[in-house]
């Protein structure tokens, strides 16, 4: 196999922690730490804090990153604290009638179902549609059947449009499951019934190639795939969806805003028409500076290699827990694998283990340095774009149990 595409002599790792829970938290590189410093060595002395290099032009650097990021133009990015400010921003803005709905998958994560339940005093109604047989969430999460590449999730999702959805809000990438979903295929849907395609797309930021196409909204934030600290994320917003909504309010979110030789008191002033209509006030420079840096490192890699690297990752832990325990549950996930079913999550499903079983199977991991998650009946493993075969390897002797 080739070199991982983002050098692992770019992070902090060490042997002792073998980190494959970035669907929790992304590791950081030096880069980012080394930016936040300089940056906060510059508050210490606020004369050198440069309005153009600095106030304004890190929030635009990041913006410009974000949009080769997904694709897209910086005018359509808006920078937000997190991935569900950035939901919440378009749920608290959208022209609503009472009367309308918004359908999104079974156990999404609360990030993508709150801001939309929200709305209920609104007289707008949240409806969660099941993906595949036997899925179930809620209460009964553990006693869901997983995922596998037969389930058609979306034509149930497209099947559960009626007249009244106006917003179809979906994971990309789900944070229990680690299902992808075929946004193109959702988009194309959407469009035809005049529905608009929300995504949280947090779970495949920075590890899975975006096509924007067909959606009307792209959520992120800057913590788990992005390898930055929480506090800053991103939403993209298609242009003419976005001229729908309500402006933030903010005192960002008017023309000429930090043009000081013009009365602040002046409120003579059109919204913003740009993504910064929807930022909810100045960013916080400190942690942008670091989600900067992680943005820059990510685009010069690529997202194509990134993924294909955790793609081919995945099938050799699939390969090294063939014959073991997990063998079964390695063929439901191959399967999706080469269904092109999965993002950068490999969720292994308890399979009647229960939550005991995993949590004394994550005890022996960490006894063993390595870091994985649990989430709603699944262990989650997570390769990024540094990690290497040798890693692949240490998971694959953990989980079959011939760790030495
Ligand atoms: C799918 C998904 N959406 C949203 C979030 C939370 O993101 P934020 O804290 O940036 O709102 C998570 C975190 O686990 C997640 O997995």
Redesign the pocket.
């Known amino acids: 196999m080739s070199a991982p595409p983002l050098d692992p002599a770019l992070f902090h790792l060490d042997p002792e922690h073998l980190w494959v829970m970035h669907c ?1 938290e992304g590791p950081v590189p030096r880069a980012a730490l080394d930016a936040t410093q300089a940056f906060m060595r510059k508050e210490l002395r606020p004369w050198e804090v440069r309005w153009e290099e600095d106030f304004q032009g890190i929030p635009a650097a990041a913006r410009a990153e974000a949009a080769v990021l997904l694709g897209g133009r910086p005018e359509d990015i808006t920078l937000t604290p ?3 400010s950035g939901l919440v921003a378009v749920a608290q803005g959208f022209p609503w009638r009472s009367g309308d709905e918004v359908v999104a998958p079974l156990g999404e ?1 609360p ?2 179902a709150w801001p939309w339940l929200a709305l209920e005093a609104r007289g707008v109604a949240f409806r969660e549609v099941p993906l595949w047989e036997g899925h179930l969430a809620g209460a009964e999460a553990w006693a869901s059947r997983p995922p596998t590449a037969e389930a058609g999730p979306e034509a149930r999702l497209v099947e559960a449009l009626g007249p009244r959805t106006r917003i179809l809000a979906v ?1 990309w990438v789900r ?1 229990q499951d680690g299902l992808k979903l075929d946004l193109g295929r959702l988009g194309a849907a959407c469009r035809e019934r005049g529905v608009h395609l929300v995504v ?1 797309g ?2 495949a930021a920075g590890t899975v190639p975006v096509d924007l196409e067909g959606l009307s909204a792209f959520a992120t ?1 800057g ?1 788990k795939g992005l390898l930055s600290p929480q506090g800053m ?1 991103f939403l993209w917003t298609d242009e003419m969806f976005r001229r729908s909504l309500s402006p933030s309010g903010s005192w960002l979110s008017v023309e000429d805003a930090t043009d000081f030789s013009r009365p602040s008191t002046d409120l003579r002033r059109a919204w913003l028409t740009d993504g910064r209509a929807l930022e909810p006030g100045g960013p916080n420079l400190l942690n942008l500076s670091a989600l900067l840096e992680s943005l820059r490192l990510i685009n010069r890699a690529g997202v194509p290699a990134i993924a294909a690297h955790g793609a081919a990752l995945q099938a050799r832990l699939l390969d090294a827990i063939e014959g073991s325990s997990w063998a079964a549950d390695g063929a439901r996930l191959r399967g999706l694998l080469e269904a092109g079913r999965l993002g950068s999550i490999l969720a292994f499903h308890h399979g009647g283990a229960g939550a005991d079983g995993l949590q004394a199977l994550l005890r022996s991991g960490h006894r063993q340095g390595i870091l994985a998650s649990v989430r709603e009946g699944y262990l989650r493993v997570a390769f990024h774009g540094f990690h290497t075969e040798a890693d692949v390897d240490r998971v694959g002797a953990w989980l079959s149990g011939t760790a030495s």
């Open positions: 929790s997190s991935a569900s994560f990030a993508n994971s944070f949280d947090i779970q934030s913590h994320g």
